[in-house]
């Protein structure tokens, strides 16, 4: 049963080799000449400004948090709608207290104003 | 194609959850809305929600109510823990309004919060299905992350509030890692089918991965419960978090984490019973001693409050440890003393305290005795109980328990419980030292009570001592709860 | 009224919370002893309430017991707040609360201007109170929370001066040998409830039922044993050999206290306790024997001390002890009805000349502080022609004085007579007896002599004092001097309802009322010694008696003669008498040394052995021990707390350790 698996663990056995190996083979076969423009860090051909250390503003931990739980939420309605017929008004009910349950964390959220970007 | 047939609902056990759940919900929503600047109004609903829910969990003693396929009961034992959480609940929002408004806190979440994490509390003493515990216990905690760390303009907030965050995700992880392992040696979450399990294929019972499932549930629990080696977040979370926070902490979710304890371990692993009570016999003489210990040098109030805490826990797994009716009573019992005393002890460092959380030292409390003495007359009836001083309700608490132990054969168990006891006087009068016999400048004029707290203050100093003079009903309704 | 029996006590009870908590708030003295006067005027009213219902009723009947409730049960121990209303307990209540009215009206003024007065009217309640507990109870653990109460009472009233060093050392002195006693009388009682119930599987601590269960007693051995302990107790309340020195102490305290305390009521508990007992000590001729040879010894000793002190409240003191001597002399020789008589008479006369002396104490007092002298005004020497000045004082202090000498016709002839007669003739020690009563002859002549020696220096001859203090001498006011005179009606008719049968025949045939009023109490020991005992109780002659009497007379009436002789016809014969022997004279001043003796012999080794124990053992064994233990925890804790180091990454990590091991240890089973 569990060879079924095993392609699974194939896969993540390449990709451990894969990811070690590079670094292992660069640091051992490769040319080793450090210069200041070589270990700034790549920002995609822009010219880096200040330090890679820098405070995150708090507003973007609020997003991804509020998104994730929205997201379930999500995530929750899908089963309930591919059965809606087969539930029934008792499938409709349940699922009406539980986007209400979320629609009152909803509202504080809004007018607590974690909702503002700026 | 047909409808899918729904099994029979019974809301009635989980009620109380339900219409303190409502409330929370109402209050964070007026919260919102209104907009006046003093939130005292939302501690008054929230105490109107508590009594509402009391009076639902009261009807609810008697015969057990099972619901959601046996996932959740309703047992003498859920309803006896479910008015400790209740109570604590009450307590703690009862001290609560002078500190907020001492510290400049944004106070308006406190109470949603509070009532959502004796939601958690409560879902972990009734749950029969170790996912409705592990929810509950959640729902408890993520509130308390929050709530620790509640005053944000305090630096020891915030440490306490992510100290706690980070130790208790760990905690966690043992624990389900626990509860998985166990689900995969008896294919069942129900702790009354994994029971059934391994009756009817003993062999389970020896197996390494259903032993340390189990281990692994101790683990997780003991976090909760502050036993050592796994309370070291105690005395930083309760130093730093706001004191009516850190007296909820200290009462309900650690009668919370008893609770599920208790049931996880004698409902789903009787056959490993030797073996869990030796090792709760280990974590009960290091958590008596390293929390008596430690908070012989502690001067920090609260800080000190924290290691007793630990050290009272110890107590209760010393009744753990001797797993008969009357130990499992005892722990009822002690759990329901202990909320009064000890948030009634917090309820006077509330009072003494100054903004910015000045004068926390027990050296601050000099000369209170002469300023103040019906303060410190009350204090002393709160220490007095807490070191175990007839007759007060912390001494039939620990006589019970202690009683229990030497009936099931610990009379070592017993004679540690009772030296740490002794050991704890020390630092318990070490206060009353300073109150009455240390001369002081202060003249504490902005100690000043307000209703809430003195009603809370008067709750507490009733029950502690009634407790201690007739504790016969109670134990009789402790004893009641204890068939399950 | 017999329903009310536990008024008597409550009365002086409520006087004490009253006096005790409110007195300091109440300043008016008149209020103050008002509230305690009337307390015991209550329980006097009421205890002759019960007097006269207990007269009409017929004699074997009268005994009622009330219980209260029951105090302790524990097991077969059984103890009741219950009071015993029967003859003996009857004729205590009456002088108990008659002469503790009087002497309360008496406090109230020579108490006047104390400092401290509500003090002293409490504790002279809380007395009251525990003394009435002592001869109501109706158990002998009742009794004895009476008989401390009375020594605690005693310790606080003695030492009432406290500032003055010597009076709390004498209070501490009466306790401590108070206490000596009591370890006797609580043997005694768990000797007597182990035998009964153990033996005989009866247990019971309650008279009555202790009295009815008298024949299970066997004569000897246990009986000995168990009346010895209780004597023992006797010794220490009544001021008996070995046990005495502390009442001679006790006049330090105020001198009202020592005439209720130390002449009419506590001292008379031993006396009581024996009558209580009778039915024990009779099947123990030794217990009897011994009982009989200290009092007659005790009287003969204390009255030679008496003899030479100089210090008139000491000469009643050891007149006290002497006295005592004679009531346990008349217990010992199973003449129990005529050691309460005289304990009642004895009451009157002694009390009357305890309150007369400090109605002249207090006249001197007044008169030497008007010169400004420091002449001492208890000391005789200092006195003189006092009766001109004080004229009520001197006449019932005469009256008291010549019913002590035991003059026919004053109260303390029928019962020091009755005594002397029953130790002659009661054939229970055999020979003995004669020595007995030589014994008791002896000490009556000298009885007679230290008394009237007192008279004389005190009121008569030439005054000491200087012209301008004795002219400041005057009477005392009414307060004091009207109980002296009901004391003194007292000590004259108080004997004759104790009349012996030869003299009531004389008198147109006055029966013995107080001997018949008190039978049914003492007809077990009667019957015991009557049928029991060989050759007990034979007839005697009335030659015989009426000899006796006649010598009891002779004796008294030689002493008051040679008192005279030396002190109003030639005052000088005592003092070459003194220079002619100065040993003994000594000897006799210092108490025979005896206080010296104990001192050498069991204070300073107790007090070394304190010494040794505290600094030796105490300080550092015992502190050593606990202060080390506490040290080492102390330190323990210094250590581990450093064990919290505030970074999660330890407290994980400490986690994951206990993790590891736990599994490690179960895995590896």
Redesign the interface.
């Known amino acids: 049963m569990l060879g079924a698996y095993l392609p699974i663990l194939v896969l993540v056995v390449i990709a451990c080799l894969f990811g070690l190996g590079s670094v292992v083979f660069s640091s051992l076969i490769g040319q080793k000449k450090p210069s200041k423009v070589k270990l700034q860090p790549y920002e995609c051909g822009c010219e880096p400004v200040g330090t890679a250390r820098e405070r995150f503003s708090i507003k973007f931990y609020l997003i991804a948090m509020l998104f994730i739980l929205f997201d379930i939420e999500a995530v929750f309605l899908y089963p309930w709608a591919v059965l809606f017929k087969r539930l029934g008004t008792f499938g409709l009910i349940e699922m009406g207290v539980f986007i209400v349950i979320l629609f009152v964390g909803y509202v504080y959220v809004w007018k607590k104003g974690a909702l503002e970007w700026e | 194609?047909?409808?899918?047939a729904?099994p029979a609902i019974n809301l009635a056990p989980i009620m109380p959850e339900i219409i303190l759940s409502c409330i929370a919900?109402l209050l964070?929503?007026v919260n919102?809305?209104v907009p006046s600047e003093s939130k005292g109004y939302l501690g008054v609903l929230s105490l109107v929600g508590l009594v509402a829910t009391a009076a639902s969990v009261v009807s609810g003693w008697g015969q057990p109510v099972a619901a959601f396929g046996g996932a959740v009961q309703l047992d003498n034992f859920a309803v006896f823990f479910k008015l400790i959480f209740i109570c604590s609940a009450a307590l703690a929002i009862l001290i609560s309004d002078k500190y907020v408004v001492r510290e400049e806190i944004n106070h308006g979440e406190l109470y949603p919060l509070i009532l959502f994490a004796t939601v958690g509390m409560m879902l972990m003493a009734c749950g029969m299905d170790l996912m409705v515990i592990f929810l509950g216990l959640e729902v408890l905690s993520i509130s308390l992350y929050v709530l620790a760390g509640f005053n944000r303009g305090s630096l020891k907030s915030n440490e306490a509030g992510?100290?706690y965050f980070?130790?208790g995700a760990?905690?966690t992880g043992?624990l389900l890692y626990g509860m998985a392992l166990t689900y995969g040696a008896t294919g069942s979450t129900k702790i009354g089918n994994i029971a059934g399990f391994v009756a009817t294929n003993p062999q389970v019972a020896t197996n390494?991965l259903f032993?340390?499932g189990m281990?692994?549930i101790?683990?997780g629990f003991s976090?909760k419960t502050a036993a050592a080696?796994?309370h070291?977040?105690t005395?930083?979370v309760y130093e730093g978090a706001p004191t009516p926070i850190t007296a909820f902490m200290s009462a309900g979710p650690k009668a919370a984490a008893f609770a599920a304890f208790i049931r996880v371990m004698i409902v789903a692993f009787p056959t490993l019973k030797h073996?869990w009570t030796d090792?709760l016999w280990i974590l009960a003489v290091l958590t008596m001693t390293?929390g008596n210990?430690?908070?012989?040098?502690?001067d920090n109030i609260k800080r000190m409050l924290a290691y007793s805490s630990i050290a009272h826990a110890g107590y209760a797994l010393v009744g753990f440890t001797a797993c008969n009716p009357e130990g499992v009573a005892g722990i009822l019992f002690y759990m329901l003393s202990y909320t009064f005393m000890n948030i009634g002890a917090f309820a006077v460092i509330v009072l003494i305290g100054k903004k910015g959380e000045a004068n926390g030292n027990v050296q601050d409390f000099a000369g209170l005795g002469q300023k103040r003495p019906l303060l410190a007359a009350i204090l002393c009836v709160f220490l007095f109980s807490l070191a175990g001083i007839p007759p007060t309700a912390g001494f039939v608490g620990k006589f019970y328990l202690f009683s229990a132990a030497i009936k099931s054969g610990y009379i070592w168990l017993a004679i540690i419980g009772v030296l740490n006891s002794a050991?704890s006087v020390?630092y318990y009068l070490r206060v009353m030292v300073y109150m009455y016999f240390k001369p002081s400048e202060e003249d504490f004029d902005w100690v000043g009570m307000t209703p809430a707290i003195a009603v809370c203050l008067l709750l507490c100093v009733a029950t502690t001592l009634v407790l201690g003079v007739v504790p016969g009903t109670v134990l009789e309704l402790a004893q009641k709860a204890v068939q399950f | 009224m017999l329903e009310y029996v536990w008024l008597i006590p409550l009365f002086p009870l409520i006087g004490v919370l009253i006096n005790g908590l409110f007195g300091k708030k109440i300043k008016n003295e008149a209020v103050i002893g008002g509230i305690a006067t009337l307390a015991v005027v209550g329980s006097f009213v009421v205890a002759c309430g019960i007097l006269f219902q207990l007269i009409s009723m017929p004699g074997e009947e009268r005994h009622f017991e009330k219980t209260i409730f029951t105090w302790i049960q524990s097991g077969t121990f059984k103890a009741d707040i219950g009071f015993l209303v029967d003859p003996l307990s009857a004729v205590m209540l009456m002088v108990v609360t008659g002469v503790g009215s009087l002497i309360h009206l008496y406090s109230i003024g020579y108490m006047h201007g104390e400092e401290g007065f509500y003090r002293y009217f409490t504790y002279l309640n809380l007395f009251t109170f525990s003394m009435l507990l002592l001869v109501s109870g109706n158990n002998l653990l009742l009794m004895f929370v009476g008989w401390e109460g009375v020594g605690l009472c005693s310790y606080l009233l003695i030492g009432y001066y406290f500032h003055k060093k010597s009076a709390g050392d004498a209070g501490k002195k009466a306790f401590v040998m108070n206490r000596v006693g009591d370890f006797g009388f609580l043997l005694g009682l768990f000797t007597m409830w182990w035998f009964l119930g153990h033996n005989y599987n009866v247990w019971t601590i309650n008279f009555r039922e202790l009295a009815s269960h008298a024949d299970l007693i066997p004569a000897g051995g246990v009986a000995t044993a168990i009346g010895l302990f209780f004597f023992l107790g006797a010794t220490g309340k009544s001021a008996q050999i070995p046990l005495y020195t502390w009442l001679p102490d006790a006049m330090e305290g105020p001198t009202p206290v020592s005439a209720l305390i130390h002449a009419a009521t506590m001292v008379t508990a031993g006396v009581y306790m024996i009558g209580r007992m009778n039915f024990v000590y009779i099947k123990s001729p030794t217990a009897l024997l011994v009982v009989a040879c200290v009092g007659g010894a005790t009287a003969l000793f204390a009255a030679t001390i008496g003899t030479a002190q100089n210090d008139i409240k000491r000469v009643l003191a050891y007149s006290t002890v002497s006295q005592l001597g004679y009531m346990f002399l008349a217990m010992g020789v199973g003449a129990f009805t005529a050691g309460i008589f005289h304990l009642m008479t004895h009451a009157f006369f002694k009390a009357c000349l305890f309150l007369g002396s400090g109605s002249v104490i207090h006249a001197m007092h007044h008169a030497l502080h008007h010169v400004h002298s420091d002449a001492d005004p208890q000391d005789m020497r200092n006195m003189g022609g006092l009766r001109k000045k004080m004229p009520i004082t001197f006449l019932t202090f005469l009256i008291a004085t010549i019913a002590i000498a035991g003059i026919p016709g004053f109260a303390g002839f029928f019962s020091k007579d009755e005594i002397l007669w029953q130790a002659f003739s009661n054939p229970l020690h055999g020979e003995v007896n004669i020595v007995l009563w030589a014994f008791g002859a002896v000490a009556a002549l000298l009885t007679a002599f230290y008394m009237f020696r007192l008279v004389f220096m005190t009121f008569f001859g030439e005054t000491k004092l200087s012209e301008k203090a004795y002219h400041h001498l005057h009477e005392s006011p009414a307060v004091i001097t009207i109980p002296l005179i009901c004391l003194a009606i007292l000590s004259v008719l108080g004997g004759y309802i104790g009349m012996p049968k030869l003299l009531g025949e004389v008198l147109g045939g006055m029966p013995n009322y107080f001997e018949h009023w008190l039978e049914p109490v003492f007809a077990y020991s009667n019957n015991y010694m009557a049928h029991s005992l060989p050759g007990a109780h034979g007839e005697h002659s009335p030659a015989l008696e009426w000899g006796l009497m006649g010598v009891s007379v002779l004796i008294a009436c030689c002493g008051i003669a040679f008192a005279y002789a030396l002190y109003i016809v030639s005052p000088t014969i005592p003092e070459k008498f003194t220079s002619a022997f100065p040993a003994l004279h000594r000897a006799v001043y210092k108490k025979w040394y005896v206080d010296e003796i104990y001192d050498f012999c069991f204070v300073n080794p107790c007090k070394a052995l304190g010494g040794f124990l505290w600094k030796g053992f105490d300080v550092v064994v015992v502190d050593g021990i606990v202060n080390g233990v506490a040290g080492i925890v102390k330190g323990f804790s210094g250590i581990l707390r450093y064990s919290q180091t505030g970074y999660v990454h330890n407290y994980a990590y400490g986690m994951v350790l206990g993790t590891v091991v736990i599994v490690a240890v179960y895995v590896f089973r």
């Open positions: 194609m047909e409808t899918i729904i919900m964070l929503l919102v809305f992510l100290k980070l130790l760990f905690s043992f390494s032993v340390v281990l692994l101790a683990v976090f080696p796994f070291m977040w005395p930083d073996d090792l390293v210990i430690i908070a012989l040098s502690q050991a020390y």
